[in-house]
């Protein structure tokens, strides 16, 4: 199964709002609400920041947020922040009860 | 706190075995699905295999399907990674990671790095 698609870059300036999106089909993203989405900083494991498509786990900035629409999940980040430059990846359940993560997406903050 | 910690990686030569284990604690192990995701140096994450919390359900990715197979020790609190038939493209950071009540990887550990070259 091929990776879920995600662009390869996305830049904003500190204080902006950046949306990455995230496309599959209807056996993974569009047939379950199970997106989720990490940030991962160079050298460290992934962190999650969203599950079931919209939550936010304790501490993670309400700044964070996501939904879904058909196919495609979509995270936003509003008042970008310095420390939020780090690659982003979204996974989804599938029909095969296997998990499917996008290709990643490098975020550069201005 | 939930900690995850992976052992067992390596530089291994093409065609030969590897087992990767991670010992978890912080949590009820056997009351949640468990996962294998590596990443390839400088690449994406990728989904390897995941195991549920009894071990009666076991997923692998098509990529390592019939090499690796993965089980858990719930008197142990350890899973693990067996890997026969490695490969150079199998060569990433390998990390162990716990799942939340709905199908979400919540924690992760820190990895374990395999290398396998000749």
């Known amino acids: 199964q091929s990776a879920l698609t995600q662009p390869a870059s996305v830049s904003g300036s500190p204080g902006q709002s950046i949306t990455i999106s995230c496309t599959g089909t209807?056996?993974?993203?569009?047939?379950?609400?199970?997106v989720s989405w990490y940030q991962q900083h160079p050298g460290q494991a992934p962190k999650l920041m969203i599950y079931?498509?919209?939550n936010r786990p304790s501490g993670v900035p309400e700044r964070f947020s996501a939904s879904k629409s058909g196919n495609t999940a979509s995270l936003t980040i509003s008042g970008l922040q310095a420390e939020d430059e780090a690659d982003y990846y979204c996974s989804s359940y599938t029909s095969s009860n296997t998990r499917i993560f996008g290709g990643g997406t490098k975020l550069t903050v201005l | 706190q939930v900690q995850l910690v992976e052992s067992g990686g390596g530089v291994v030569q093409p065609g030969r075995s590897l087992r990767l284990s991670c010992v978890a604690s912080?949590?009820?192990?056997?009351?949640?699905?468990m996962h294998w995701v590596r990443q390839a140096p400088g690449k994406g994450l990728e989904w390897v295999a995941a195991?549920?919390?009894?071990?009666?359900?076991?997923y692998c990715a098509d990529s390592v399907k019939d090499r690796f197979s993965i089980s858990r020790d719930n008197s142990k609190n350890t899973l693990y990674l067996q890997m026969n038939g490695l490969r150079a493209e199998d060569t990433a950071l390998y990390y162990c990671?716990?799942?939340?009540?709905?199908?979400?990887?919540?924690?992760w550990g820190q990895g374990t790095l395999v290398t396998v070259s000749s």
């Open positions: 209807s056996s993974d993203i569009g047939g379950y609400n199970y």
């Open positions: 195991i549920s919390y009894d071990g009666s359900d076991k």
């Open positions: 912080g949590f009820t192990f056997n009351t949640h699905g």
């Open positions: 079931d498509v919209s």
């Open positions: 990671a716990k799942d939340r009540s709905t199908p979400a990887i919540e924690s």
